[in-house]
């Protein structure tokens, strides 16, 4: 049966599948029915498991190495080090499964929320569901940019035509239709009447029954077509794994120098051995890239709160280097529900402050309320919204359709009445280059009109008559006139203004006789005002040095008047349209790209071309889009950004970023949280390499210098355990810090040790490993300390050194009183947590014993506190002199 659903008339079709085309299937139809067929996905590769994140953390080189060792300390009779060793290795993979694990939840929750979705009917109501959840014998609806969910046999089409070109391979759209097709033998792409999984509606509308789901469809059946995703690693995970190779060989080299020293000082082979391995393990930062990869993870979980989903990681790091925000006007900058204040006919018009009682308004003027009514009319059946109760200009459709129905529905018009007496027969779909829908219906006496609506420009251009008074004559050059200034001041006033036509229809008219010698009936204006959180956000996106674009297709003046109500408009700044833009060679592009603040009465080809001139002009581009035409600029853009709700699923897949709430202020939200996100990662490769370096120079010197060991392999071992997990971690969810969206973007190939954060980590490093070496050869000289007790010493002051080193990490050019010790409650948790291992290892006999510690005194914790605090000391007093000169600057700048 597969093969022959095209050989079936519809209701064949419908009675097999037991469905119903208006209704469609009950939920308690769907739910057994995807019992017994499954899910509507293709297989794809098999989730990794909770065991499986487990046993990859013994599989590690290092890992491995230690494990040997553990081996080798346990034939030599060692047996306090093998157990010792054995633990650090549970204890390290238990961390390293939490962190691969989260990652692992943070993805699947990222892919849930991306997930493709599909517009059903059940039980005679419409529902947005997850395409998944599809099943044989659901009537779902498609329009232009959707992906098809699943194979499905066309019941109803209007002016369809599909791209087809991820199945067949053929470039151009597939023009489809309901009738039946005999041929038992046709090709999937001669099957015009079929529409299959993983295409894309091009152009017009349609209502279909499926057929087929998951491995049962034609994608199905050829998956080699479909190939998995490939999670690609970001530009900062690839700089970072390259700079690990080059960090592992240098740390071979000096833990060959340390060894090599050492043996030919007479220290014994296994320890040496047992040594280079543990000084291998803490030099080489091996959760470098597990860490940064955490970090993003939990970044993009921050976002998607935020209602910015991540499609694509390298658009976290992008995002903070953002130049330029191309913004849509409508449901980003504004709020996205447009209310009909304004209508306009020939010799009146009326005005409501809240766009509700038109029905009062329009009995108030009686002389008109036949030409009103007329426009409202056709402003209702020229639409393919669906009003959600009575609750305002809410349900399913475009907010502009809403808007009109709502207000049609406020004028006393009975809008199911309506749909019921005025039967469509035809339909020209709305697209953004022709700014116009048309349709055609027949009335209760059987006469056919057709009903058109779109901005003026369009629409008056086919009009040759208007309707006046209750009479139709031909459209004068003053009347054309006169409605235009009309329309110019509606527009001055942020309306939006569309103009309503329709002209009666012979019974053997052909299509493009729709939209030709209109009478024109009126104009309705609308208003969808700014966000107030947009305005603000404007203002933050400013400060931090990102310039907002407005694209939209609307009127000039409509854009300007949201533009100067936002204070993205300045003195100097140019308005530009479509129209205007068509005669701008690419030079003039260029040289005015820097003064255009507004494009208004554009196409997608413009927003492409625009975007493309701002990359030419070195900017970084963030790019708004919905429709499926918008696709282009959107995946042109260094980041594409599709709207979450009105989006259509073509703009969803060519994007990096999906809003889920359409708005603005999201995108720079969004803009912040990556700078946020590369300021953490900077922060802990800060931190880690500091104390990487510190622990190799330790060794590295005392070998050069001729002194012990001061610390053995358990104890390198134990301070890679309590200093590089936690620490670590809790820098990657530190807060903002203040003032992150008061600098200016950084450049996009910016090394990740610019602005000095090399130079930052080798000097503290430096400090690091000297402090440490300094206070273990104090204690062995000066102070004829033992050597366990000197390298208890020498290792309290090296966790403690990292430990510090942890709060001065959380800001490049601030210390950790300025920002507020406990501003990263996490970050002080960790040190804690740190604090009390390192104590425990000191203090308790059964550790002490295997780590080959002794009880430190009150002196010689202060030695040691002195020996790893004095630069947080020194940061303190600092902090405290400044603050006074600081505070008095700032409230002179605020005065």
């Excluded at 003027?365 to 007329?374: C, G, I, R, V, Y």
Aim: contains cysteine; charged residues 20%; glycine residues 8%.
């Amino acid at each position: 049966m597969a093969n022959s659903w095209h050989m079936l008339t519809t209701n064949e079709v419908l009675f097999q599948l037991h469905s119903d085309e208006q209704s469609g299937l009950s939920p308690e139809q769907a739910e057994a029915r995807l019992l017994e067929v499954g899910l509507n996905a293709l297989q794809g590769r098999a989730k990794i498991t909770p065991w499986k994140i487990l046993w990859q953390q013994f599989t590690d080189f290092m890992v491995l190495v230690l494990l040997a060792a553990t081996v080798i300390s346990f034939l030599l009779g060692e047996m306090g080090d093998a157990i010792t060793i054995v633990a650090i290795v549970m204890m390290n993979a238990i961390l390293g499964f939490a962190q691969e694990y989260r990652a692992e939840q943070s993805v699947a929750a990222l892919k849930a929320l991306t997930a493709p979705q599909a517009k059903v009917i059940r039980q005679g109501r419409r529902r947005l569901i997850e395409a998944a959840m599809l099943v044989p014998g659901d009537v779902v609806e498609c329009e232009a940019g959707d992906r098809v969910p699943a194979d499905a046999r066309i019941l109803y089409e209007v002016g369809l035509e599909v791209n087809e070109s991820a199945l067949t391979g053929e470039s151009s759209a597939v023009r489809k239709r309901a009738d039946v097709l005999p041929d038992p033998d046709l090709a999937v792409g001669d099957r015009r009447n079929l529409l299959f999984m993983g295409t894309t509606i091009n152009r017009g509308r349609v209502r279909a029954l499926v057929v087929e789901t998951g491995m049962n469809t034609e994608m199905g059946t050829i998956a080699h077509l479909i190939r998995e995703a490939v999670e690609d690693q970001t530009p900062l995970q690839r700089r970072l794994a390259q700079l690990g190779k080059i960090l592992v060989i240098l740390s071979i080299l000096i833990v060959a120098v340390v060894v090599i020293t050492g043996l030919f000082r007479g220290e014994p082979l296994y320890q040496m051995f047992l040594t280079g391995v543990s000084l291998a393990v803490a030099a080489i930062p091996e959760g470098l890239p597990a860490i940064v990869t955490v970090a993003l993870a939990l970044g993009v979980q921050r976002m998607i709160r935020a209602h910015a989903v991540i499609r694509r990681l390298p658009a976290v790091e992008t995002l903070g280097c953002t130049t330029v925000i191309c913004s849509d006007k409508t449901g980003t900058l504004t709020k996205n529900q447009m209310t009909v204040t304004e209508l306009w006919v020939q010799a009146d018009h009326l005005v409501s402050v809240d766009g509700t009682r038109w029905k009062d308004h329009i009995d108030e003027h009686p002389q008109t309320k036949e030409a009103l009514t007329h426009l409202l009319t056709g402003a209702a059946l020229c639409n393919n919204g669906v009003l959600a109760g009575t609750g305002g200009p809410q349900g399913q459709g475009d907010p502009t359709e809403l808007a009109l129905l709502w207000a049609a529905s406020e004028a006393g018009l009975n809008l199911e009445e309506l749909a019921r007496q005025y039967h469509r027969v035809g339909e020209i779909p709305f697209e953004s280059e022709r700014q116009r829908m048309a349709v055609s219906v027949l009335n209760p006496k059987n006469q056919a009109f057709s009903y058109v609506k779109g901005s003026w420009e369009s629409v008056s251009r086919r009009c040759a008559w208007i309707q006046t008074e209750g009479k139709v004559e031909p459209m004068t050059l003053g009347q054309q006139r006169q409605v235009r200034e009309r329309q110019e001041e509606m527009a001055a006033r942020a309306l939006r203004v569309l103009a309503i036509a329709y002209r009666p229809l012979s019974a053997r008219a052909q299509p493009d006789e729709m939209e030709s010698d209109l009478v024109f009936l009126g104009l309705i204006g609308m208003i969808d005002p700014p966000r107030p959180e947009a305005i603000r956000a404007m203002a933050d996106a400013k400060r931090a040095g990102v310039r907002t674009v407005m694209i939209t297709g609307d009127h000039p003046k409509t854009a300007r008047a949201i533009a100067e109500a936002m204070g993205m408009f300045e003195k100097g700044d140019l308005i530009v349209t479509g129209s205007e833009l068509d005669h701008w060679s690419d030079d003039e592009l260029q040289a005015n790209i820097g003064r255009v603040r507004v494009y208004a009465r554009v196409s997608p080809p413009h927003k492409l071309r625009v975007v493309r001139a701002f990359k030419t002009a070195g900017e970084v581009v963030a790019m708004t889009g919905d429709g499926v035409n918008d696709a282009p600029a959107v995946k042109e853009a260094d980041i594409g950004i599709a709207m979450g709700l009105s989006g259509t699923d073509v703009t969803k897949e060519a994007s990096a970023m999906i809003l889920s709430d359409d708005n603005y202020a999201t995108i720079v939200q969004a803009v912040k949280e990556g700078r946020a996100i590369y300021d953490n990662i900077r922060k802990f490769i800060r931190y880690l390499l500091s104390c990487n370096v510190g622990e190799v120079l330790v060794m590295f010197l005392a070998a050069f210098m001729g002194l012990p060991l001061p610390l053995l392999p358990i104890q390198i071992l134990l301070i890679n355990l309590v200093t590089d997990g936690l620490p670590a971690l809790a820098l990657g969810v530190d807060p903002a810090v203040p003032g992150l969206m008061d600098r200016p973007p950084r450049p996009p190939q910016e090394s990740i040790f610019a602005r000095g954060l090399g130079t930052k980590i080798a000097f503290r490093g430096i400090l690091i490993g000297v402090s440490t070496l300094v206070v273990f050869a104090w204690a062995i000289g000066p102070l004829a300390l033992g050597l366990r007790e000197a390298r208890t010493l020498a290792l309290a002051t090296l966790v403690m050194s990292q430990l510090f080193h942890v709060f001065d990490a959380r800001s490049e050019d601030r210390n950790f009183m300025e920002i507020g010790l406990f501003s990263n409650p996490w970050a002080v948790l960790a040190v804690l947590s740190s604090i009390a291992m390192l104590v425990a290892v000191i203090y308790l006999p059964v550790l002490t014993d295997l780590f080959k510690t002794s009880p430190l005194s009150g002196r010689d914790w202060m030695i040691v506190v002195f020996a790893s605090g004095f630069v947080q000391l020194g940061a303190v007093l600092r902090s405290l002199v400044s603050r006074p000169r600081r505070d008095q600057h700032e409230i002179k700048a605020f005065r």
